[in-house]
């Protein structure tokens, strides 16, 4: 399988380093060059986010099977958003909607995947992103469907990956597709548990710092956890309408309002079960929850742990 791994300037350094590292352990651990990676850049030359130069090749003439996107070195959206209008992320973008149309597939994972939207290879399909990069992903390519609670998407010619570390995940996903037993075994030699969701790593409440609104909207669940919650009492408290709090809460983090609480409520359960000894059932009921059966089904559906996990 030929791969080809296209670094961008200020390239995130742990990301190239993790994409490399595990396909190179990959092709030892088999015996024999299974994948043939290819590290290329549109620009003679790319230095990392740490400041790194490192040795690149141009785009070769042939076609790779797949192209990977590593991330940026960038951590607000802000940032992200004007690293897309930089020359040679541009020339990166053409590139791979060359490639993408001659069927080439494409990856990224981070804020690589905001490379893969912003060229259009993303429209109509699945994808996730770094979790607290949602709002920004959501506002600026409407027409992806995405998920960030999800570690790795493959959605037809596309697979995204989560934040940062999920290159790993990445790199182990395409190994897998070739032979589960190796990506079982480089798994194992790079101490790399499998992470099928970035939920029990997400904060909600930075998720609603991109709009005062929502941001309003969390104050005010919080001091409520505990109340059965009604959409039309919330609105009155942060001086909106409902159908005004409802469009602006999904437009930001693509979830009705009643998802966000239960995220809040989830926050606050998994932080009391791990710094307390108090009964399920009473952490439960101090988040809304009538029992612990209800908050120990939650846990294992949204977060795929369990109160015995938590705390160990």
């Known amino acids: 399988m030929r791969i080809a791994v296209l670094a961008l300037d200020e390239v995130f350094d742990t990301g190239l ?17 299974r994948f043939v990676v290819s590290l290329i850049a549109v620009r003679p030359a790319v230095r990392t986010g740490q400041g790194l130069t490192v040795p690149v090749a141009a785009p070769p003439r042939r076609a790779p099977d797949l192209v990977i996107v590593p991330a940026l070195a960038c951590k607000q ?16 973008m053409a590139l791979v909607q060359r490639w993408y149309a001659r069927g080439v597939r494409v990856a990224a994972a981070c804020t ?5 939207g912003r060229a259009g290879v993303l429209d109509g399909r699945r994808a996730t992103t770094s979790w607290w990069l949602g ?4 506002k600026e390519f409407p027409a992806v469907e995405l ?42 030699y790079l101490l790399c548990e499998q992470r099928p969701s970035q939920a029990p790593f997400i904060a909600p409440g930075h998720l609603a710092h991109d709009d005062e609104l929502v941001k309003a909207f969390e104050r005010w669940i919080r001091r409520n956890l505990r109340e059965p919650f009604e959409l039309a009492r919330a609105a009155r408290a942060v001086g909106s309408s409902e159908r005004t709090l409802q469009r ?52 294992r559906r949204k977060l795929r742990t369990g109160v015995r996990e938590l705390r160990s």
């Open 112 to 116: 690589g995947t905001f490379v893969l």
């Open 248 to 299: 602006r809460i999904r437009a930001v983090l693509g979830k009705p309002p009643i998802a966000f609480v239960q995220d809040l409520r989830l926050e606050r359960a998994v932080h009391l079960l791990r710094v307390t000894r108090d009964s399920v059932d009473a952490i439960a009921g101090s988040v809304g929850y009538g029992d612990g059966s209800t908050l120990r089904a939650l846990l």
């Open 147 to 188: 998920d960030e609670a999800e570690m790795l998407i493959a959605d037809g010619a596309a697979l995204t990956a989560g934040a940062a570390l999920a290159h790993v995940d990445l790199a182990l996903a395409v190994i897998r597709e070739k032979s589960p037993d190796l990506a079982s075994v480089v798994a194992r």
């Open 17 to 33: 380093a993790s994409i490399l590292d595990t396909f190179s352990a990959a092709n030892d651990l088999a015996g024999e060059p």
């Open 135 to 138: 709002p920004a992903f959501r």
């Open 77 to 92: 959206p802000e940032t992200i958003v004007a690293a897309l209008a930089r020359p040679d992320v541009g020339e990166a």
